[in-house]
């Protein structure tokens, strides 16, 4: 008989809402009408405009992409499912949806004297993102969930990062009132390490 996966409709369900997060981010990147473009130089310079724009959706489908990594690999551990674990999962998708509208404003008014509002709206969605992943790994322990205590072992590990991450995120939701395209540079920088740190993770 073959086995059955208890989580296969959450996760299909939390892939579908990755997916759509993930293809969404690019609409609002766009150039002015032909019409307003006159020149091949001027065609440049629009592209040029829009480079924030640009810079701000791989950021943005970088993080989207690794936080469903890293769902991928939390739903790895557990074999069973409840309420709380369910809800917990809510919240997490809920930043997951979030993230193209703060970095479509960072797109847009980074390079300019109203950037901050954009970078702390971000930041703010990142520390909530880390609470999902503590509420996530809270329910899966509370509820017993996990599958063997390796498991649990890696959960508890994943909710370290999760408070170290709920620190940095909300310290520097709080710099960026001041220095806001610093933080938009060191947010960058983290999810870069995040990236090269899942490249380089072997499967546990």
Known sequence: ????????RLEAFCDGVFAIAITLLIIDIKIPPS?????????????????????????SFAIILITWVNHHGMMKFVDKSSAPFIYANGLLLLTVVFIPFPTSLMGEYLLTDHASPAVILLEVVLAVQSLGWIAVGSAALKGHL???????AQIR?????????????TVCAVIAVWFPLAIA???????????????????G
């Open 1 to 8: 008989m073959s086995e059955t996966n208890a989580n296969a």
């Open 35 to 59: 019409e307003a473009v006159t020149s091949t130089a001027g065609f440049w310079e629009a592209l040029w405009r829009i480079a924030p724009s640009i810079g701000t959706f791989l950021l």
């Open 146 to 152: 996990e599958k063997n205590a390796h498991a649990a």
């Open 157 to 169: 590990n994943n909710m370290k990062f999760g408070y170290y991450a709920l620190v940095v995120y």
């Open 185 to 203: 540079i060191i947010t960058t920088i983290i999810w870069i390490f995040w990236l090269i740190f899942g490249l380089n993770l072997k499967e």
